[in-house]
């Protein structure tokens, strides 16, 4: 393996790909660099002198300006860039697209067909609590419901409860993405059938809740207001037992990667993730997209000083109005709670050598690929059309998660340098950039693109993830549904009663 790495032939920084002592040389296009100090694993070292107020390149783009003269062999941290990236921007739309690398094949997953067309990757059955009072009782009916059938409830994979703390004592825009992201929920394809239990005076009534549900499977979705019966737990089993009853004859099929939605995540990021992890979720998008699928891309914050070169790639004028409408909205919600826009990576992120947001944002952003963006979904909203979309929801990675499972995503790839263990209420796949933490936490991590730093040709990891999230999607469980690691995080911006 390399000593470093140089991403792109512009940069004026090399990436140290293994713990790098002072006094070593390097050899650079001829040159040789001596390391003016220690550079850990994923940091930065000049590769030449840059100037007091010089742009940092990285990716080919500035990711900051040095606050002093930085000579070469030294290490550019935090202590010696700044960032450039203040206030709201003007926008000009120079669209930039670019053909689909990869062709379309004839794979297929094994998932289950539902009634409105659409296909999950999972059976479960669910419960969707309309308030987090009820979380206790909806634990309580799962655990019966099982026993009393004698421990299988098979075609569901599993049961369990979406819970949450919202529902009740909540206003304007927290109460309306309260009830949307249960309301997506309830109707997403990952679920064979769903209890939506509510207690009886909470402001997320449950009679409001299915009135604007929309079209549902009446066999698949029941309801009960916990106030009104007398045994609740009894009421509740009966319900889904009459669930299963409706469910009991579901069983996967062949169907086309055409029908996948898959969502791209990165958190704990790390010097590597832009280097490893995070291209190889672009090529895989580009590769879904090729094959008539979905993808999206999230974490609004962290493609401030990114973002132009996502709007480059607006397929048309509206969709690029639509990117600086979410991109602009974003910032004037931190203006709003008079918080900083750029106060961004966080200690991890600089610990493992992200210095400033446009370093973090550059490397988030290669999640995408390089397809053209299709659609730009508000926070909340559902999939309308294939493709590569964008979602708005915060860099806070259960939120972030839970918004693009609530999007209609059957799962998330979730890259990171180092390591979590969480999971959002769909199959939530960890990706590591770096082979150490794949070692080390292999209860946590699915699948190790640190491969890509050990000289495996891209095309071999890449071929290698594909089989992965296929078998993903035919039902192949991920660490944390194994952990039993389930989590719904719903955005808050406002009051509380």
């Not at 004839?106 to 059955?125: D, H, P, V």
């Not at 916990?226 to 009853?245: N, P, R, W």
């Not at 993808?295 to 609004?300: A, D, F, N, Y």
């Not at 719904?488 to 509380?496: E, M, N, P, S």
């Amino acid at each position: 393996m390399k000593d470093f790495i140089v991403i792109h032939p512009s940069d004026n920084v090399g990436i140290a790909l293994k713990g790098l002592e002072q006094g070593e040389e390097l050899q650079h296009q001829g040159h040789t660099i001596i390391l003016k100090e220690t550079v850990a694993k994923g940091h930065k070292f000049a590769l030449a002198e840059i100037k007091q107020r010089e742009n940092i390149i990285k990716y080919g783009y500035p990711i900051g300006h040095a606050v002093t003269a930085i000579s070469a062999g030294e290490w550019v941290h935090t202590h010696n860039i700044k960032t450039n990236l203040s206030g709201k921007l003007e926008y000009e739309y120079q669209p930039s697209l670019s053909e689909n690398p990869y062709e379309k094949t004839n794979l297929t997953f094994k998932g289950y067909k539902r009634k409105n067309g659409g296909s999950g990757i999972r059976n479960e059955l669910w419960i969707v609590p309309t308030v987090g009072c009820v979380n206790g009782i909806a634990d309580q009916m799962i655990q019966i419901f099982t026993a009393e059938m004698g421990g299988n409830i098979h075609p569901f994979e599993t049961a369990l409860v979406l819970k949450h703390n919202y529902g009740c004592s909540q206003l304007g825009d927290d109460h309306e993405n309260t009830k949307t992201i249960l309301q997506n929920a309830v109707k997403h394809p990952n679920a064979g059938g769903v209890l939506v239990l509510g207690l009886g005076c909470e402001n997320n009534d449950i009679e409001d809740f299915q009135s604007t549900l929309g079209e549902y499977d009446r066999t698949r979705v029941k309801f009960l207001r916990s106030q009104e019966v007398g045994d609740e737990i009894e009421t509740g089993v009966a319900l889904l037992k009459e669930i299963y009853d409706a469910a009991k004859e579901d069983h996967r099929e062949d169907i086309p990667l055409s029908e996948l939605k898959i969502g791209l995540k990165c958190g704990g990021s790390d010097g590597f993730s832009g280097i490893t992890a995070n291209p190889l979720l672009g090529r895989l998008s580009d590769f879904i997209v090729a094959q008539g699928g979905t993808t999206v891309l999230t974490e609004v914050p962290e493609m401030f000083g990114a973002e132009t070169i996502l709007m480059e790639r607006a397929e048309s004028e509206a969709t690029f109005d639509n990117i600086v409408q979410m991109i602009n909205d974003f910032k004037q919600y931190f203006m709003d709670h008079r918080q900083p826009v750029y106060e961004n990576p966080s200690p991890g992120n600089k610990a493992g050598g992200i210095s400033t947001l446009e370093d973090k944002s550059l490397g988030c952003t290669q999640k995408a690929g390089t397809s053209d963006i299709k659609d730009v979904l508000k926070y909340g909203e559902l999939l309308k059309q294939k493709g590569l979309n964008l979602l708005s929801a915060p860099g806070n990675d259960l939120v972030a998660s839970s918004a693009l499972a609530a999007s209609g995503c059957q799962m998330v790839l979730f890259t990171t340098g180092r390591g979590t263990p969480f999971g959002t209420f769909v199959p939530t796949m960890k990706i590591s950039t770096n082979t150490a933490l794949y070692e080390t936490k292999k209860h946590w991590i699915d699948f190790n693109a640190g491969e890509l730093l050990e000289d495996v040709p891209e095309d071999v990891v890449l071929e290698k993830f594909i089989s992965t999230v296929i078998d993903v999607a035919s039902g192949k469980l991920l660490n944390h549904e194994k952990n039993n690691f389930r989590e719904l995080a719903i955005f808050k911006t406002g009051v509380t009663l």
